[in-house]
């Protein structure tokens, strides 16, 4: 029952929605219907609404059929009426049709016309549309054909200016075009190009620089020596109205600097005018220069012309062009970076020496003038660009500079030996320092190297004038120096300072007491100060410190060279009495001129002697040292000539009688001493005196030594006598007075001991030597007991031998016995003093 309900409720609900549907389908838009039908066909009661929709169709249609049934006759009406209208429209559409074709006949011409006219007007748009985007697209072709141009002339930094402009001002107006996509395409390779020509543009500039350092080094250090040369003329000009002494050698130096240096006019560039010169510089190659890089040709200058600037030589547009390219670009770190990496590697290269430097001035004027091209061009660098090098990197540089070219100067000049060469390369050094001190750079441990370079230097100073002094001491004829005239006196008396009052009043031909090498020693010791004098110039020492430099200097030449050189004269084994007795006269003269070089010197310098710490020349004790070693000499000569006279002695030991007069030998002794004391007479008197006595003392010590040596076995009364005989000669040579100054008996003295021992065995005074023995007023109180025992043996000896048959005589066995007697008495004084 309730499913009957149920269903019936359903059945009347569809009913009920199919009714809704079918007046929205009859009240609905066509076109807005599809969601009514789409609710039916998702229903189930498809079917049934299919019929009700039929059911719905048939009402209308029958009210369809109605109606017209109930206006059949006014549509009869209406269908004539259109019949009759038909007819006249027909005619119309004719006459339309008519009037048309004639409209068209008489339009073609026109419409022609309009074509062309049609036509003319695009065409005359696109010309428009064509010209206005050329305008637009012209100048962005000129500027890349600008910027193409500029890049084949090498105008970089113009090109990338060009390149700038056509990126953010021209190529985007014209932005959708092909060709400027291709361009904006082409914009990174163009700066890369730049950039790379750029760079290799630098690169020739470094490798150019790097090549011609040390011609712009020589430049700049030319200019440096013109100020330098007009410093030297005027202090040597200053230095000619000091004292008159020294005005010749001066003027030799005048002569040297004037004939060395070529004429130059104009001096160092002052602080402005480098500045001035510098902004034209930097005017003349700016960036949109067109000038290639490097050195610049420079002609050989004549004497008149100017010396071209440093800076004159170079052209730096390469590096600015780099540097502003680079900096537009972004970039200017990285170049900064390159740059001084690359200068870093050719200081290095700058820096290193060459092997053979040390051989020729020229090994190091070409490297100091690579160093001072090198720190010019980056001076000119540091001024001219903002921050692409900058001081602190400069003085590093420097500093590294300074170390290796004072460690390269130190080992190659401790290779010179010539004099000249380590002056020239000090006035080189000095020249160097001068030149960079100009450029702001600190030069001060260059100085102090000289310094260590002036001890080389005077080390082979005193090797030179060593063989000079060598050369005129074996040169020298050791014999007074004879003068014919007056000129030849005043040449001596100017070369020498020699003032003696007798020889001036003496009459031509005469002569000076020394030989010819004291004036040679006098002006070479003077030519050597002068050698001294000129390593200090330019040093920035005071007078005081020059002063100092030269007197140790000659300290060393005087005490060292030329002592040796002396003593080497002296020790020689072929040098001779007189040749020793001239060194002697020499040395005396020297050591008196040592208070004129002390004047000389205090002349060159303006330092006073008197003044604290200054150094006193040791000349007079290097002459007293000469001279006594020279004394020393002379005495073993002459006493090496005694023992050659003494080797000629022959005497007969055994002779019974002796002759009438003294040996030959001692005779030609005698002889020859006299004849070498009358050589004496110009040396001192003590010296003199102190050579005759040693020569008389060792006479008679060799004589005495020839009577008592052991190859003489036996000795006769006569040959005691014949001995006697040459001591009395030795005795009478005493007496004479061969050399001027003894008191009294003096020289006899030497003689004492020979003589009371030829007595006391000639006078047989035995008794009285025995009894006076130790007495201080004994008359044989010279004569030692072992000498007369020795002596009193070898007769003894002779008697035993010889007078076999003398023992049977009386006479003689008494002598016998007094000789053993005495011998016994001799040999018991000696026994006493030992004990």
């Given amino acids: 029952m309730e499913r009957g309900k149920m269903a019936e409720l359903e059945s009347l609900e569809t009913a009920a929605e199919h009714e809704r549907i079918l007046r929205e389908i009859e009240s609905t838009d066509t076109a807005c219907i599809g969601p009514t039908l789409r609710s039916v066909y998702d229903g189930e009661e498809h079917g049934r609404f299919m019929e009700k929709l039929e059911a719905r169709i048939r009402n209308h249609d029958r009210e369809i059929e109605k109606m017209c049934n109930f206006h059949y006759q006014g549509f009869v009406d209406s269908i004539t009426e259109l019949l009759k209208v038909r007819g006249e429209a027909q005619k119309l559409k004719n006459q339309v049709t008519d009037t048309n074709r004639k409209l068209q006949n008489e339009g073609k011409e026109l419409i022609i016309a309009m074509e062309e006219l049609k036509q003319c007007r695009l065409q005359q748009r696109n010309i428009s549309a064509t010209v206005d985007k050329l305008t637009l697209c012209l100048p962005v072709l000129e500027m890349y054909s600008k910027l193409r141009e500029q890049m084949k002339s090498k105008r970089h930094y113009p090109a990338l200016k060009t390149l700038e402009h056509l990126e953010h001002t021209y190529l985007p107006q014209v932005s959708h075009y092909r060709f400027c996509k291709i361009m904006v395409d082409n914009i990174p390779k163009l700066r890369e190009e730049i950039k790379e020509v750029s760079m290799s543009d630098l690169k020739d500039f470094l490798e150019s620089i790097r090549k011609h350092s040390d011609k712009i080094g020589e430049t700049a250090m030319k200019q440096d020596c013109r100020y330098n040369q007009w410093k030297i003329i005027a202090k040597i000009f200053f230095s000619l109205l000091l004292s008159p002494n020294i005005q010749a050698q001066q003027q ?20 402005k005018e480098f500045c001035a010169s510098s902004d034209l510089e930097v005017k003349n190659t700016s ?22 600037g440093a800076q004159d030589l170079v052209d730096f547009s390469p590096v600015y062009r780099c540097l502003h390219i680079y900096s537009v ?5 990285t170049f900064e970076s390159y740059y001084r990496k690359q200068r870093r590697k050719q200081a290095r290269l700058v820096l290193q020496p060459p092997s053979n430097m040390h051989e ?68 080189l050094i000095v020249l160097f320092a001068d030149t960079l001190q100009g450029y702001g750079f600190p030069v001060n441990q260059l ?33 007074p120096i004879p003068v014919s005239n007056e000129e030849l006196y005043k040449k001596i008396v100017g070369q020498f300072p020699f003032q003696d009052a ?62 040796n050189c002396l003593q080497t004269v002296i020790k020689r084994r072929n040098v001779g009495l007189t040749e020793l007795v001239q060194i002697i006269i020499n040395t005396t003269h ?21 003044t604290v710490h200054t150094t006193k020349l040791y000349g007079t004790t290097t002459f007293k040292d000469a001279r006594h070693a020279a004394e020393e000499e002379i005495y073993t000569n002459l ?18 009688e002796p002759g009438s007069r003294a040996s030959d030998y001692l005779v030609d002794l005698i002889g020859f001493l006299r004849s070498t004391f009358a050589v004496f007479t110009h040396l001192p008197g003590k010296v003199a005196q102190t050579a005759c006595m040693s020569a008389c003392k060792h006479l008679s010590t060799s004589l005495l030594q020839l009577l008592l040596e052991a190859e003489v076995r036996q000795l006769t009364l006569g040959a005691l006598q014949q001995f006697n005989l040459d001591v009395e000669e030795c005795e009478q040579f005493a007496r004479s007075g061969p050399v001027p100054g003894f008191q009294g008996d003096t020289l006899q003295l030497a003689f004492i001991d020979l003589r009371q021992l030829l007595d006391l065995f000639i006078q047989w005074d035995w008794s009285t030597y025995l009894a006076d023995y130790g007495q201080p007023t004994c008359k044989y109180l010279r004569v030692n007991p072992t000498t007369a025992l020795v002596l009193l043996e070898k007769m003894r000896d002779t008697s035993r031998k010889n007078n076999v048959f003398a023992q049977f005589r009386k006479n003689e066995r008494d002598k016998q016995k007094l000789i053993d007697t005495v011998a016994k008495q001799l040999r018991g004084l000696i026994n006493s003093h030992h004990s």
């Fill in 252 to 271: 030799r130096n005048l002569d040297n600097i004037v004939s060395q240096h070529p004429r130059v006019s104009g001096g160092k560039k002052s602080k």
């Fill in 287 to 308: 960036p949109m220069s067109e000038q290639d890089s490097g050195i610049l040709d420079v002609e050989d200058e004549d004497e008149d012309e100017e010396v071209p």
């Fill in 329 to 333: 670009l972004g970039a200017r770190e």
């Fill in 360 to 427: 020729t001035l020229d090994g190091y004027r070409k490297y100091f003038n690579q160093i001072v091209g090198f720190f010019v061009v980056e001076d000119h660098i540091l001024h001219t660009t903002q921050g692409l090098v900058n001081r602190a990197y400069l003085d590093e540089l420097w500093e590294m500079a300074l170390s290796k070219t004072i460690a390269a100067l130190r080992t190659h000049s401790s290779y010179c030996s010539d004099p000249s060469l380590v002056l020239d390369l000090k006035n």
């Fill in 447 to 479: 100085f102090d190297m000289l310094l260590e370079i002036q001890d080389q230097y005077s080390e082979t100073l005193l090797k030179k004038w060593s063989g000079v002094f060598r050369n005129i001491l074996d040169s020298d004829n050791y014999s």
């Fill in 502 to 563: 007798e020889l001036e009043k003496q009459p031509f031909p005469k002569k000076f007491p020394f030989s010819e090498f004291v004036p040679k020693v006098y002006n070479q010791i003077k030519e050597f100060i002068y050698a001294c004098l000129k390593f200090s110039e330019d040093l920035h020492l005071s007078s005081t410190e020059v002063d100092d430099m030269i007197r140790k200097s000659t300290n060393l030449l005087l005490t060292r060279t030329l002592s």
């Fill in 590 to 610: 020297l050591e008196k001129s040592c208070k004129f070089l002390e004047e000389f010197i205090t002349n060159i310098t303006n330092v006073l002697p008197e």
């Fill in 639 to 656: 006493n090496q000539k005694i023992d050659q006279f003494l080797q000629l002695a022959d005497y007969d030991w055994m002779a019974l």
